[in-house]
T-cell receptor
Framework: EPEVTQTPSHQVTQMGQEVILRCVPI?????FYWYRQILGQKVEFLVS????????KSEIFDDQFSVERPDGSNFTLKIRSTKLEDSAMYFC?????????????FGPGTRLTVL | SQKIEQNSEALNIQEGKTATLTCNYT??????LQWYRQDPGRGPVFLLL?????KEKRKERLKVTFDTTLKQSLFHITASQPADSATYLC??????????????FGKGTKLSVKP
């Protein structure tokens, strides 16, 4: 069964460093998302991506964040200068068709720890 | 602002009983509502979707109801098993615009089923 994969599973970085979180969505999916979950809190939407551009982004997704789909399979989230409060689980998700009714398939997450 | 509340942070029940989880929302009129399961350290997994014109949806031992007047959804697991122990998340489609389907999640209810 196809699944969303994410690497690395755990990333430790120093405050101020750049990190790139990688995702491989399901191959025939068209819509891609990043969410984050701070420990003990709810899953929060960051950004959606369709047709090689950002569709929507939340207030969390400021200038420190960027997304890219560099080739036909990878989808990346870059945090330019990490802060302590960026420590969280980051989930990539994908969806096949348009319309919010369709289920989203989530990856296993990358745990980002900023020291 | 929009709010999604899952009334219980934790619910403990005996194996074989029916678990009922509640999701309430305010300042929103979603066209559909989704339920996800999340195990510790893992990404959410889609369970069920219900549309505003549907009162009830079933899938095996799962049942979801949707009352747009009360702004409430109930999620039932019948004949519960220890393997059902997990956190269950209610999610609405966000209103950032367009049809990109970004999800707004509740904080979740942690269900524990004791043998």
């Amino acid at each position: 069964e196809p699944e969303v994969t994410q690497t690395p599973s755990h990333q430790v970085t120093q405050m101020g460093q750049e990190v790139i979180l990688r995702c491989v969505p399901i191959s025939n999916h068209l819509y891609f998302y990043w969410y984050r979950q701070i420990l003990g809190q709810k899953v929060e939407f960051l950004v959606s991506f369709y047709n090689n551009e950002i569709s929507e982004k939340s207030e969390i997704f400021d200038d420190q964040f960027s997304v890219e789909r560099p080739d036909g399979s990878n989808f990346t989230l870059k945090i330019r200068s990490t802060k302590l409060e960026d420590s969280a689980m980051y989930f990539c998700a994908s969806r096949r068709t348009s319309g919010g009714a369709n289920e989203q398939f989530f990856g296993p997450g990358t745990r980002l720890t900023v020291l | 602002s929009q709010k999604i509340e899952q009334n219980s942070e934790a619910l403990n029940i005996q194996e074989g009983k029916t678990a009922t989880l509640t999701c309430n929302y305010t300042n929103y009129s979603p066209a559909y509502l989704q339920w996800y399961r999340q195990d510790p350290g893992r990404g959410p997994v889609f369970l069920l979707l219900i549309r505003e014109n549907e009162k009830e949806k079933r899938k095996e031992r799962l049942k979801v109801t949707f009352d747009t007047t009360l702004k409430q959804s109930l999620f039932h697991i019948t004949a519960s098993q220890p393997a059902d122990s997990a956190t269950y998340l209610c999610a609405l489609v966000g209103d950032y615009g367009g049809s990109q389907g970004n999800l707004i999640f509740g904080k979740g209810t942690k269900l524990s089923v004791k043998p």
